[in-house]
T-cell receptor
């Protein structure tokens, strides 16, 4: 089955700086890669996603890149704000409709 | 409803008790997933339904765990003879169709077994 690895597990940045979170996956047939943000005690919420036929997608301060050859994808947050502080999870969806999650990155934005 | 609804929000059970957790997915969503999330960890897959059919239950940790979705809408996750290691947040999620559709999560049920 699919195996998703996520790094780093914790990340602290100064407000206004950029944050990058990286994930790798093992199943080359996986075709959909969502990113979720989870604030303490709340549900994971989709923030951005990318499909396997696209290399990059951007939505305001958030962007995701996908390298299918290397089987890795990354989340980029620019001009970070304190409200970006949360745990971020990457996921990969295989052809069997299963989602596999990374172990999460706890992001702290220091004002 | 507007989103995935789970109840109860919190459940405290004494070891050995049975519990039932309910999930009401977004109307019309075909796929429904149950995940277990331990503190500081990512969601771990438990089971998956497409309509009323349970297509994958490989993540259920033991035969004490049972899930159903009899009419292809509301789902119930049942845990029999709860153990302390069952303490976790149980997340339900639904998606509109197979293929490249995102999961929409509920708020989860925090189960504490004492």
């Amino acid at each position: 089955g699919e195996n998703v690895e996520q790094h780093p597990s914790t990340l602290s940045v100064q407000e206004g700086d950029s944050a990058v979170i990286k994930c790798t996956y093992s199943d080359s047939a996986s075709n959909y890669f969502p990113w979720y943000k989870q604030e303490l005690g709340k549900r994971p919420q989709l923030i951005i996603d990318i499909r396997s036929n696209v290399g990059e997608k951007k939505d305001q301060r958030i962007a995701v890149t996908l390298n299918k050859t290397a089987k890795h994808f990354s989340l980029h947050i620019t001009e970070t704000q304190p409200e970006d502080s949360a745990v971020y999870f990457c996921a990969a969806k295989d052809t069997g409709n299963q989602f596999y999650f990374g172990t999460g990155t706890s992001l702290t934005v220091i004002p | 409803g507007a989103g995935v609804s789970q109840s109860p929000r919190y459940k405290v059970a004494k070891r050995g008790q049975d519990v039932a957790l309910r999930c009401d997915p977004i109307s019309g969503h075909v796929s429904l997933f149950w995940y277990q999330q331990a503190l500081g960890q990512g969601p771990e897959f438990l089971t998956y339904f497409q309509n009323e059919a349970q297509l994958d239950k490989s993540g259920l940790p033991s035969d004490r765990f049972f899930a159903e979705r009899p009419e292809g809408s509301v789902s119930t996750l049942k845990i029999q003879r709860t153990q302390q290691e069952d303490s976790a947040v149980y997340l339900c999620a639904s998606s509109a169709r197979q293929g490249q559709s995102p999961l929409h999560f509920g708020n989860g049920t925090r189960l504490t077994v004492t």
